[in-house]
């Protein structure tokens, strides 16, 4: 069995106190060290940094699958019981999708 290395993944944000509400108790990720500008989470075994950037536009988006999917993003990959627990834990907190999980 292979043994995935955790990565590092930088992302910019528009608004710091809003995205740290949503990974801190919407996903319900462990927050880490942080500051003004920027906030470490642990993302599934991975870290994941919010960096403030109040100069942010609208994504783009590539169409897949016949959905507008905005570029860049990212996800984890689960086995499909913690897909659907994670996705029925989100629909009932945030009920708002961009793309429904």
Partial sequence: MHTLSPFHLAIPVDNLSRCRTFYRDTLGLEEGRSSDHWVDFNFFGHQLVIHLDD?????PTNSVDGKQVPIPHFGVVL??????????????????FK???
């Fill in 55 to 59: 100069t942010l536009k609208e994504a």
């Fill in 79 to 96: 086995d499909m019981n913690s897909f659907h627990e994670l996705a029925n834990t989100l629909k009932e907190k945030e009920g708002n």
């Fill in 99 to 101: 793309i429904e999980p």
